[in-house]
T-cell receptor
Framework: DTEVTQTPKHLVMGMTNKKSLKCEQH?????MYWYKQKAKKPPELMFV???????INESVPSRFSPECPNSSLLNLHLHALQPEDSALYLC???????????????FGPGTRLTVL | ELKVEQNPLFLSMQEGKNYTIYCNYS?????LYWYRQDPGKSLESLFV?????AVKQEGRLMASLDTKARLSTLHITAAVHDLSATYFC?????????????FGKGTKLTVNP
């Protein structure tokens, strides 16, 4: 089973709202990722969690706040977003190999976010 | 800084024809991934290529890696409409696995009946 699930599938929010995106995997992967993808562009890495600890933050604005409550769950909390934050938000996970090495990243179906 | 270039960025082809997508990268790497993305959908892992000379095939798609030339190819044989999608290569900038992949811009493939 190589399934990563994400909820919700679609989200529309105002600039003053607070919302959260959720990602879940049950493959025993210990690396989890958040990506942002704009139309006709490749995914852009936002955050990486390794063994439930934040290991990479790609200088993402603080209005995006990640959280990894346990090894299977990854959340992305959203607050005071801008219209330009509208995008497809993808979660991914991968096995950890020896040391810092990781294996293939498996992507979830994504959350289509629209900020009004 | 690792740069990954794919070409062509757009490819329109007839069913039954063969074609190749190229992925060039700028620094040493021995791990390269190919992903497929359908419109509005997520990324599906196609291949992971782990060493020089690696070749993998799945159906009408065959991927290869030449680490000395810093080049990977995705060859399409006898294309069918179902292969229409955007194909991304992604390169691991470190030796042996990294959390941070560098993606190419993607090749949008359209297979016409």
């Amino acid at each position: 089973d190589t399934e990563v699930t994400q909820t919700p599938k679609h989200l529309v929010m105002g600039m003053t709202n607070k919302k959260s995106l959720k990602c879940e995997q049950h493959m025993g992967h210990r690396a989890m990722y958040w990506y942002k993808q704009k139309a006709k562009k490749p995914p852009e890495l936002m955050f990486v969690y390794s063994y439930e600890k934040l290991s990479i933050n790609e200088s993402v604005p603080s209005r995006f706040s990640p959280e990894c409550p346990n090894s299977s769950l990854l959340n992305l909390h959203l607050h005071a977003l801008q219209p330009e934050d509208s995008a497809l938000y993808l979660c991914a996970s991968s096995r950890r190999l020896a040391g810092t090495n990781t294996d293939t990243q498996y992507f979830g179906p994504g959350t289509r976010l629209t900020v009004l | 800084e690792l740069k990954v270039e794919q070409n062509p960025l757009f490819l329109s082809m007839q069913e039954g024809k063969n074609y190749t997508i190229y992925c060039n990268y700028s620094t040493t790497s021995d791990r390269l991934y190919w992903y497929r993305q359908d419109p509005g959908k997520s990324l599906e892992s196609l291949f992971v290529l782990l060493s020089n000379g690696a070749v993998k095939q799945e159906g009408r798609l065959m991927a290869s890696l030449d680490t000395k030339a810093r080049l990977s190819t995705l060859h399409i044989t006898a294309a069918v409409h179902d292969l229409s999608a955007t194909y991304f290569c992604a390169v691991d900038p470190s030796q042996g696995g990294s959390e941070k992949l560098v993606f190419g811009k993607g090749t949008k493939l359209t297979v016409n009946p």
